[in-house]
């Protein structure tokens, strides 16, 4: 006699719900051992640089915008672990690494070793820019024009097109494992009045947020974002291809102020920022009666320890839980 599907649909939620832990939550941890840790490195915009002087009147770093829209785009989807962003500024200024050696897929590939990440992305923007086009109704009629003579009332028609490209590069072996690219067109068109442009936005240089609704809302903007859904998409495909590594973290505390926590771990040992391990101090030791060796260590739970910063050689983190932690306490566990 077969089992119905509701006895078995009650034995595999019963088997989920063993642990304790709600299956929401259950579901949170298994999707995050399967993400593969990457970090992303701004993307070289220096061909388009005279385009983007003339969209934006300055020279904007579009290069790390599309990488903060890129960011986001990954995180949302879920399949990858994004090396925190400001973390990451801090390992480069600290080890002095210049911008064109991040573009060398060596020099990547340790940049990607220091961070403790799987695989390191680096990129280009090869096309950054507008093509603009009006016909007139008065004095020149049907004529294509880049302008229109005051007074004239025409109609104008906005295109903008943006193409990305990007490479994710095996930190272990300096290989490129994939190359993706994401093109993004956005076009509008209206009436305009003495060759106001139609559908389009005055964007100043400076603070430019590409992640924000404001720059989304313009031409540019929307060029932007269809590139960078595309390139998104297809490197969520391809994840299956980055090589999962088991980090098996064993640290120790290095200090203590109040709920603070020091670890003489940091991302060379793949610690990174959100990672949660137990905090525990030994209680005894157990030795063979006949070699003397020791053949266990009892460990007495303390608490947990949450990690909010992290550098090359340690981490820091807020502690929380009943025991007192202090110097020497064994932080040890397999990160997310």
């Given at each position: 006699?077969?089992p119905s599907?509701?006895?078995?649909?009650?034995?595999?939620l019963g088997?989920?719900?063993?642990?304790?832990?709600?299956?929401?939550?259950q579901?949170?941890?298994?999707?995050?051992?399967?993400?593969?840790?990457?970090?992303?490195?701004?993307?070289?915009?220096?061909?388009?640089?005279?385009?983007?002087?003339?969209?934006?009147?300055?020279?904007?770093?579009?290069?790390?915008?599309?990488?903060?829209v890129?960011?986001?785009?990954l995180?949302?989807?879920?399949?990858?672990?994004?090396?925190?962003?400001?973390?990451?500024?801090?390992?480069l200024?600290?080890?002095?690494i210049?911008?064109?050696?991040?573009?060398?897929?060596?020099?990547?590939?340790?940049?990607?070793?220091l961070?403790?990440?799987?695989?390191?992305?680096?990129?280009?923007i090869?096309?950054?820019?507008?093509?603009?086009?009006s016909?007139s109704?008065?004095?020149?009629?049907?004529?294509y024009?880049?302008?229109?003579?005051?007074?004239?009332?025409?109609?104008?028609t906005?295109?903008?097109?943006?193409?990305?490209?990007?490479?994710?590069?095996?930190?272990?072996?300096?290989?490129v494992?994939?190359?993706?690219?994401?093109?993004?067109?956005?076009?509008?068109?209206?009436l305009?009045v003495?060759?106001?442009?139609?559908?389009?936005?005055?964007?100043?240089?400076g603070?430019?947020?590409?992640?924000?609704a404001?720059?989304?809302?313009?031409i540019?903007?929307?060029?932007?974002?269809?590139?960078?859904?595309?390139?998104?998409?297809?490197?969520?495909?391809?994840?299956?291809?980055?090589?999962?590594?088991?980090?098996v973290?064993d640290?120790?505390?290095?200090?203590?102020t109040?709920?603070?926590?020091?670890?003489?771990?940091?991302?060379k040992?793949?610690?990174?920022?959100g990672?949660?391990?137990?905090?525990?101090?030994?209680?005894?030791?157990?030795?063979d009666?006949?070699?003397?060796?020791?053949?266990?260590?009892?460990?007495?739970?303390?608490?947990?320890?949450?990690?909010?910063?992290?550098?090359?050689?340690?981490?820091?983190?807020?502690?929380?839980?009943a025991g007192?932690?202090?110097?020497?306490d064994?932080v040890?566990?397999?990160?997310?």
């Open positions: 006699m077969q599907s509701k006895f078995i649909a009650a034995a595999v088997s989920l719900l063993a642990s304790g832990l709600p299956l929401a939550a579901q949170q941890q298994q999707q995050q051992k399967t993400k593969r840790r990457v970090a992303i490195l701004n993307f070289e915009y220096g061909t388009v640089s005279s385009n983007i002087m003339q969209i934006f009147g300055s020279n904007v770093d579009v290069g790390r915008g599309i990488v903060e890129l960011t986001d785009r995180v949302t989807g879920g399949v990858y672990s994004v090396y925190e962003r400001k973390a990451l500024d801090k390992v200024a600290e080890q002095n210049s911008n064109s050696d991040r573009f060398d897929s060596a020099s990547a590939a340790k940049i990607g070793r961070l403790g990440v799987e695989a390191i992305i680096t990129g280009a090869t096309q950054f820019g507008r093509d603009d086009s016909v109704t008065g004095g020149i009629g049907g004529k024009t880049s302008k229109i003579g005051l007074g004239s009332l025409g109609k104008k906005s295109k903008a097109v943006v193409q990305i490209s990007a490479r994710m590069i095996n930190v272990d072996t300096g290989e494992m994939l190359v993706a690219q994401g093109r993004g067109d956005a076009t509008r068109s209206g305009d003495s060759g106001a442009g139609a559908g389009s936005s005055v964007i100043g240089g603070g430019i947020d590409m992640r924000s404001n720059f989304a809302n313009t540019i903007g929307e060029a932007v974002n269809k590139a960078v859904t595309e390139m998104a998409g297809r490197l969520e495909a391809s994840a299956g291809s980055i090589p999962a590594k088991a980090v973290v640290a120790l505390v290095a200090d203590v109040g709920d603070t926590i020091v670890i003489n771990a940091g991302t040992a793949g610690v990174k920022t990672d949660r391990f137990p905090v525990t101090r030994v209680g005894r030791t157990i030795k009666p006949v070699t003397g060796k020791v053949i266990k260590r009892v460990e007495d739970a303390l608490g947990e320890l949450e990690i909010t910063e992290v550098d090359a050689d340690s981490a820091t983190g807020r502690f929380s839980g007192k932690p202090k110097v020497g064994a040890r566990s397999r990160a997310n």
